[in-house]
């Protein structure tokens, strides 16, 4: 029986979902395609009705991974508070969930370029949501890659650091308090500067 052309776009999204959240909790290389359609209800057959390639289908649940989480940033009131969003305890502990940039960076610089170039896409739009929520002058962009940066390494720090031990605390909440003295700098020299 043939299934509409809807229902085959349900499917792939729902298969690009699961993807996109196992890979950023075991990595490009921790999921087969076997394991992933298993995940999904659907046969191994079945994924090349979908992607060429696993490589494929990597490019696009990573691209499906940062486009959830622009919505996300979007979703959120202001720059602290997807700071502190992003800085939780409850990110920490959701990888498959939370920013592909965290999970994924050390796997996507072992990718082919196609790939690395999703990341690059996902990660200059990271940039430039935070960047827009800056005061605009000529260093929003610099506070913009300094904030995305230290909220990564903290982020990946923190999940690689038991939550038994204090150092795990540590790094989120040290990055949340820098993180909102930053966005506070930036709105405090657009302040000195207008004057």
């Given amino acids: ?3 509409t052309e809807a229902q085959a776009r ?3 999204e729902k298969i690009l979902t699961k993807a996109s ?3 950023r909790e075991r990595g490009f290389e921790g999921v087969s395609v076997g394991e992933l359609m298993k995940a999904v209800g659907f046969t191994h057959g079945g994924f090349y009705n979908h992607f060429d390639s ?3 289908l990597v490019s696009e649940a990573l691209d499906h991974a940062f486009r959830t989480m622009d919505a996300e940033r979007a979703r959120t009131r202001n720059l602290e508070e997807f700071i502190v969003e992003y800085l939780s305890e409850q990110a920490s502990n959701a990888p498959g969930w ?3 940039a965290a999970a994924l960076a050390g796997d996507v610089s072992r990718q082919p370029e196609a790939i690395r170039q999703v ?3 996902g990660l200059e739009r990271m940039i430039g949501s ?3 929520r800056l005061e605009p002058d000529s260093s929003a962009r610099n506070i913009a890659i300094d904030l995305v940066c230290r909220m990564l390494g903290a982020l990946v720090l923190a999940r690689a650091v038991p939550a038994s031990n204090n150092l795990h605390y540590e790094l989120l ?3 949340i308090e820098r993180g909102r003295a930053s966005v506070a700098k930036s709105k405090t020299h657009k302040n000195v500067s207008d004057r």
Avoid: V
């Fill in 1 to 3: 029986m043939r299934i």
């Fill in 173 to 175: 909440a040290n990055e």
């Fill in 130 to 132: 935070i960047q827009e």
């Fill in 98 to 100: 939370t920013c592909p």
């Fill in 10 to 12: 349900k499917n792939r």
């Fill in 119 to 121: 990341f690059a896409e």
């Fill in 21 to 23: 959240k196992l890979f």
């Fill in 54 to 56: 696993k490589e494929s």
